[in-house]
Structures are given as C-alpha cells and as structure tokens.
Nanobody, 116 residues
Framework: QVQLVESGGGLVQAGGSLRLSCAAS????????VGWFRQAPGKEREFVAAITRSGGGYADSVKGRFTISRDNPKNTVYLQMNSLKPEDTAVYYC???????????WGQGTQVTVSS
C-alpha cells in the first residue's frame, strides 16, 4: 500500500512559480511511475506530467514551463511550475502506479490558484 500526500499549493500571481511535492509513505515507490494530474472547476481531470525510470513526460499545455523530478531517498516527487498562468488554476493530484497507464494510488490534492 502506498499513501501519497501533496503539498506546496497556494495563491500566486501570473508569471510566478510554485513547487509541488508528493510525499509517499508506506513503502518505497522508487520503481513506480508517478504522475501529476489537475482538475479545474467544471472540467475533467487532465494529465500534467509523469515520471518513470525512463524519464519524464508532459502535457503540451505545460511543456517548457513545468518540470517533474523525483528524490528516491526521500520518497518524494516534485513538480516545479514556472511561468504560471491563470489557466493553470486547479486542484493538483499526484498518483502512483505500475505504469503511466495504470495509477493505483492517489493523493488528496493541493489547490493551486493563479491570479491575473
């Protein structure tokens, strides 16, 4: 069993930066694929970024602005978000799974609000 806890969300002005953290407990998840997703009010949840042992991947909407990384000794995955836009406003969730097409564990989410 893997428990995930996100942190680092908040209110930031457009053009600003935030770093989200996804801390895992229960067992090491260094071999898991970890993804970040977001859900804005009235919209469906969408993929943001993912990281595996092969590297990272990004949605087109965040490519060049967001960076996903992991610190395996700390069982933590990060999402560095730069050049934030109002349309990035959403609840951000991290998820872990055996592959990027099957996420078995989800965090509770952290709110990111970008003001214009």
């Amino acid at each position: 069993q893997v428990q995930l806890v996100e942190s680092g969300g908040g209110l930031v002005q457009a053009g600003g930066s935030l770093r989200l953290s996804c801390a895992a407990s229960g067992r090491t998840f260094s071999t898991y694929a970890v993804g970040w997703f977001r859900q804005a009010p009235g919209k469906e949840r969408e993929f943001v970024a993912a990281i595996t042992r092969s590297g990272g991947g990004y949605a087109d909407s965040v490519k060049g602005r967001f960076t996903i990384s992991r610190d395996n000794p700390k069982n933590t995955v990060y999402l560095q978000m730069n050049s934030l836009k109002p349309e990035d406003t959403a609840v951000y969730y991290c998820a872990a799974g055996t592959s990027t097409i099957q996420y078995d564990y989800w965090g509770q989410g952290t709110q990111v609000t970008v003001s214009s």
